[in-house]
């Protein structure tokens, strides 16, 4: 991933944030400009929360240069509290045992560093809830 792609991501990687279109009642993450059902271009941004439940997850062994030094990892499809779906990368999991239904919750780490530029960049993952 390109230094610029990131940076234009940035906003929904450092903070859970959706758009959402009022006449379709419908929201996207990633954030859309575009309501994909109207056409509506006004959509307005709304913040997700930060928990929900780990729908199904799955270990990622092979992947982009980038992420290779963190392979393997473990990605989950995970439905926010408002219903939403999301896929993201997991943490904190090594001592956990993973089954579909626990609940998890979003904390910000890093997601890999470039070798070459030294930049370390950083996003949204999910971990379980410790109870
Ligand atoms: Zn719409």
Redesign the pocket.
């Known amino acids: 991933m390109s230094a610029p792609i990131y940076w234009r991501e940035k906003l929904y990687r450092y903070r859970l944030v959706a758009s959402y279109?009022d006449?379709?009642n419908?929201k996207y993450y990633p954030p859309r400009p575009v309501?994909l059902?109207?056409g509506?271009t006004e959509l307005r941004e709304v913040k997700l929360p930060n928990t929900g439940t780990l729908i199904s997850f799955t270990t990622v062994y092979q992947t982009f240069p980038e992420f290779s030094k963190l392979a393997p990892y473990v990605i989950g499809i995970i439905r926010l509290d408002d219903g939403t779906t999301i896929v993201a990368q997991l943490t904190d999991v090594d001592q956990i045992e993973l089954k579909e239904g626990i609940r998890v919750e979003a904390v910000f780490r890093k997601m890999y560093e470039d070798g070459e530029s030294g930049l370390i960049y950083y996003g949204t993952k999910f971990r379980p809830v410790s109870r």
């Open positions: 279109c006449k379709c419908k309501c059902q109207c509506n």
